[in-house]
Every structure is written in structure tokens, then in C-alpha cells.
């Protein structure tokens, strides 16, 4: 079976799934870590950007984890600020009240992750540091 690369339509049409999906939650991270106007124009600039190269992330192993990874980027940018993955997860959840399988959806990591990661978030900080361990990121769920 010969495959035939998909059509413009079908693939604005997954842009548009994705944004829908996405976006709502990007919003309101972006908005607990910046001002409002700051959030806002992140957002849009992010989606700017997944827009023009929607046909190569596609090739991501995990478009998700590529696009969490470059939002979180620029908000930390614009923040002064880089928190850990289990800090942005513990915003999600307890502040976001995002569920674990959502989280994982718009992270792009599985649920298993974001459960450890949100257990990483409620240790103490280590003695030494007085940072908490920061996991490597993990494939697509």
C-alpha cells in the first residue's frame, strides 16, 4: 500500500484540532506566570510559530512535547524566571486544577510522569541546593 502525504485541508484541519485542544491551557499558564497583555501576545506569537512549521513538527515524535517545550521557553523568557517541569506541573494542577491525563495531553508526557512529577513538586527542596531535582523530559505519551 502506497501512502500519499496528506492534503493542505487535512492539515489545517489537525492545526485547528490542535489549537483547540491546546490553547485554552497555554493561555492559562501563561497568564499565572505574566501580565495579561504579556500573556496573551506569548500565546499568540507560539501559535504564530506552530502555524508556519506545522507541516515539520508534524514530524516531531511528540508534536506536544515540542510545542509545551517552546511555549514554556518564552514564557519563562519573558518571566525572568525558568521554573522546574515540577513546578509548571504542580501550576497546572493546583493552581490550573488541570487534571493528570489533561496535563499529560498538553505536555506531551504520559500520566505516569505527571504523577511523579507532581510528587517531585510536594518534596522538600534539597538540603544542599535548595532546588528540587530537575527529571528529564520524557518521550510522547
Same mark, same amino acid.
Not at 60 to 68: F, G, H, L, N, T
Not at 111 to 121: C, D, N
Given at each position: 500500500?502506497?501512502?500519499?502525504?496528506?492534503?493542505?485541508?487535512?492539515?489545517?484541519?489537525?492545526?485547528? %484540532?490542535?489549537?483547540?485542544?491546546?490553547?485554552p491551557a497555554y493561555h492559562a499558564y501563561a497568564a499565572a506566570r505574566l501580565?495579561?497583555?504579556?500573556?496573551?501576545?506569548?500565546?499568540?506569537?507560539?501559535?504564530?510559530?506552530i502555524a508556519s512549521n506545522w507541516t515539520r513538527i508534524m514530524t516531531e515524535?511528540?508534536?506536544?512535547?515540542?510545542?509545551?517545550?517552546?511555549?514554556?521557553?518564552?514564557?519563562?523568557?519573558? %518571566?525572568?524566571?525558568?521554573?522546574?517541569?515540577?513546578?509548571?506541573?504542580?501550576?497546572?494542577?493546583?493552581?490550573?486544577?488541570?487534571?493528570?491525563?489533561?496535563?499529560?495531553?498538553?505536555?506531551?508526557?504520559?500520566?505516569?510522569?505527571? %504523577?511523579?512529577?507532581?510528587?517531585? %513538586?510536594?518534596?522538600?527542596?534539597?538540603?544542599?541546593?535548595g532546588q528540587l531535582p530537575r527529571p528529564p523530559r520524557a518521550a510522547c505519551?
Amino acid at each position: 500500500m502506497k501512502l500519499t502525504p496528506p492534503t493542505a485541508s487535512v492539515l489545517t484541519t489537525a492545526f485547528y %484540532a490542535f489549537y483547540d485542544l491546546h490553547r485554552p491551557a497555554y493561555h492559562a499558564y501563561a497568564a499565572a506566570r505574566l501580565p495579561r497583555e504579556e500573556a496573551q501576545l506569548s500565546v499568540t506569537q507560539l501559535f504564530d510559530l506552530i502555524a508556519s512549521n506545522w507541516t515539520r513538527i508534524m514530524t516531531e515524535q511528540c508534536p506536544s512535547a515540542w510545542a509545551w517545550e517552546e511555549h514554556t521557553r518564552a514564557v519563562a523568557r519573558r %518571566a525572568g524566571r525558568t521554573p522546574t517541569p515540577a513546578e509548571d506541573t504542580a501550576l497546572l494542577h493546583d493552581h490550573l486544577r488541570l487534571s493528570i491525563d489533561r496535563i499529560a495531553t498538553i505536555t506531551g508526557n504520559d500520566p505516569a510522569r505527571v %504523577a511523579a512529577l507532581l510528587a517531585a %513538586a510536594r518534596r522538600p527542596p534539597h538540603p544542599s541546593t535548595g532546588q528540587l531535582p530537575r527529571p528529564p523530559r520524557a518521550a510522547c505519551a
